[in-house]
């Protein structure tokens, strides 16, 4: 509840107006989920180090030191409320369970699917690419402009077409081990408190800056 | 080519959701289970179609691949293109969630319609040059298309934008002829290598 009220206290700050009542109350939400995640506190301290430089150039380069100190606090408080919501979303359940949390997000199964093959076959074609691309400039570095977009062209299409029959293979592979159905070997599991607060509260949070910015 | 956060009204970002869920649901129900690993194959080479710079002269460009997209998945572009750009939204800040449904219908619409206009036409077509003059005006409708939707996006959420938006359609002119040559290559050489892959 205090996340969700200091989002939309926050996003009352961004609408509206700084003043020192919303700073103070935005500045509760690190303190808040710092307790209750001590884990994120080491890459905070670097981000607010940063901060700090970001908010002594503001100061001196404003042409007012005490307003210029004041933005540079707001946007450090905003840096501080991005990452934290972020890095709660997307890395609070590790790469590995990123099935399991869609699975509780009740996306449909196809999408899932589709999210977690895109996910692994861009290091697969980035590899594949790269290396067509790399050996092409060892082979004809000075080629025209047409001749590029060409060549470009049948490297691209030629290796669309070579992890296609490799991604059909694969998916022969998944029907004949008994089909999508036992795709993910990850254990489903439900949201916890704190899921569903940080979740709440981004929702919250994103609703009020599309309210306050547009009503 | 993605609108960034934070630019779009409230009733234009709703109206992108609505868009793109609509989409979604039939290029969901449209794909068949058994092609879902080849739609996440061109999905991905979507996603790495923005980190692949070509050298044009003194600059460079990225090309997107919306085309050959829509030409090989037909509805399944939706779903496609909406995984690449959530990737991409969350790996390197191109674009964004909220802005998620817009990018995702300018672009959906964009590879969709020349799927539906120029799709048949080159599945049944025999002629070479055909086929290649066919994709050449896809690729680049396919941009122009873009570009004009994101411009009447722009537009919609304030008028100050028009100004803007008129910039994005023009500076994408050169991109249009670049991505219509890449797919008129592109295509012909998958309609003569291998057929079944066009949709």
Wanted: hydrophobic share 55%; net charge positive; charged share 10%.
């Amino acid at each position: 509840m205090m996340m969700i009220v200091c989002s939309l206290i926050y996003a009352l700050s961004v609408s509206v107006s700084a003043n020192l009542f919303a700073l103070v109350a935005a500045s509760l939400l690190p303190l808040y989920l710092l307790v209750k995640r001590p884990e994120i506190l080491k890459p905070l301290i670097k981000l607010n180090a940063l901060n700090l430089v970001m908010i002594i150039t503001l100061a001196l380069t404003w042409p007012n030191l005490c307003e210029g100190f004041i933005a540079g606090i707001i946007i450090a408080l905003r840096f501080n409320m991005i990452y934290i919501i972020f890095s709660s979303l997307v890395f609070s359940e590790g790469e590995a369970k990123i099935y399991d949390s869609l699975v509780s997000l009740h996306v449909p199964e196809k999408l899932r699917i589709l999210f977690l093959l895109t996910f692994r076959g861009i290091n697969v074609m980035h590899e594949r690419l790269d290396a067509a691309l790399v050996s092409l400039r060892l082979r004809a570095p000075e080629l025209g402009l047409v001749m590029r977009f060409k060549t470009f062209a049948y490297v691209t299409a030629s290796v669309l077409l070579q992890s296609s029959s490799r991604s059909d293979r694969m998916t022969r592979a998944i029907i004949c081990r008994g089909g999508f159905d036992g795709f993910s070997q990850t254990e489903s599991g439900s949201l916890n408190l704190h899921d569903v607060v940080v979740l709440a509260g981004f929702v919250s949070y994103s609703l009020a800056i599309i309210i306050l910015n547009h009503a | 080519m993605h609108i960034s956060e934070g630019v779009l009204s409230g009733s234009i970002l709703i109206t992108g959701w609505a868009g793109t869920c609509a989409g979604l649901a039939v290029g969901l129900k449209k794909t068949d289970m058994n092609k879902i690993t080849r739609t996440a194959l061109l999905s991905s080479g979507f996603f790495l179609a923005s980190l692949v710079n070509i050298k044009v002269g003194p600059s460079s460009t990225h090309l997107s691949f919306l085309a050959p997209m829509g030409l090989i998945l037909g509805w399944g572009v939706f779903p496609a293109m909406f995984v690449a750009l959530l990737l991409q939204a969350l790996l390197f800040h191109f674009g964004g969630l909220l802005v998620l449904g817009a990018n995702n219908f300018i672009m959906g619409v964009s590879s969709l319609s020349v799927y539906l206009l120029f799709g048949k036409l080159i599945r049944n077509s025999d002629s070479k040059i055909l086929v290649m003059a066919l994709a050449f005006i896809s690729g680049a409708l396919s941009i122009i298309l873009a570009a004009f939707l994101a411009g009447v996006f722009l537009t919609l959420s304030d008028s100050n934008f028009l100004t803007a938006a008129k910039l994005v359609v023009i500076a994408h002119l050169p991109l249009a002829l670049i991505e219509g040559l890449v797919t008129a290559f592109m295509i012909g050489w998958l309609k003569k290598s291998a057929p079944e892959f066009l949709l």
